[in-house]
T-cell receptor
Framework: EAGVTQFPSHSVIEKGQTVTLRCDPI?????LYWYRRVMGKEIKFLLH????????ESGMPNNRFLAERTGGTYSTLKVQPAELEDSGVYFC?????????????FGSGTRLTVV | DQQVKQNSPSLSVQEGRISILNCDYT??????FLWYKKYPAEGPTFLIS?????DKNEDGRFTVFLNKSAKHLSLHIVPSQPGDSAVYFC?????????????FGKGTLLTVNP
């Protein structure tokens, strides 16, 4: 089966600009997660979708971040306006069941650099 | 406040020897623990996990040990191979309503020298 696909793989934008990251989960996976790793730090939870519904967005840094999941399929994460501290690698993951013993399948990530 | 700590940023071992990666946690509500391996430019991939009701889980060359009283777990790789060179992340999650949310450590870069 195809894995979790994220694009772009890299994005370099100027402070104040808008960037939209996209994630295509594994087909049939109802649960979709966004995580972020800021350089040198741990991978941190951002939010969790079940189908098209946001179940938990407690990890979203602030209201400059907006995530959507249209029709319960792919998801987008928009940062507007981007700030320097938003730089990092944004990972998307998906799973059929929440709390699955085997963990989640992660995408390769989008490396965002804000200059 | 880091709830999952990997205090060794890096570890270097010789091929064929044992690699031991350590992880400590502070949140008593965690009851399931996972190890992920990450190669450069790739996402983390699931390696092995352990429930808090166990103290050991083995899968081939990989064994995870859990010491619940010490809030400590470790990943043993025996024998280590050059292809094991990667960043290893320890992760934990709670039960019930929060069982979807993983809390990660900062990772340990393992280098296995031929």
């Amino acid at each position: 089966e195809a894995g979790v696909t994220q694009f772009p793989s890299h994005s370099v934008i100027e402070k104040g600009q808008t960037v939209t990251l996209r994630c295509d989960p594994i087909s049939g996976h109802d649960n979709l997660y966004w995580y972020r790793r800021v350089m040198g730090k741990e991978i941190k939870f951002l939010l969790h979708f079940v189908k098209e519904s946001k179940q938990d967005e407690s990890g979203m840094p602030n209201n400059r971040f907006l995530a959507e999941r249209t029709g319960g399929t792919y998801s987008t994460l928009k940062v507007q306006p981007a700030e320097l501290e938003d730089s990092g690698v944004y990972f998307c993951a998906s799973s059929q069941d929440r709390g699955t013993a085997g963990g989640y399948t992660f995408g390769s990530g989008t490396r965002l650099t804000v200059v | 406040d880091q709830q999952v700590k990997q205090n060794s940023p890096s570890l270097s071992v010789q091929e064929g020897r044992i690699s031991i990666l350590n992880c400590d946690y502070t949140n008593s509500m965690f009851d399931y623990f996972l190890w992920y391996k990450k190669y450069p430019a790739e996402g983390p991939t699931f390696l092995i996990s352990i429930s808090s009701i166990k103290d050991k889980n083995e899968d081939g060359r990989f064994t995870v040990f859990l010491n619940k009283s010490a809030k400590h777990l470790s990943l043993h790789i025996v024998p280590s191979q050059p292809g094991d060179s990667a960043v290893y992340f320890c992760a934990a999650r709670g039960s019930g309503g929060s069982n979807y949310k993983l809390t990660f450590g900062k990772g340990t870069l393992l280098t296995v020298n031929p």
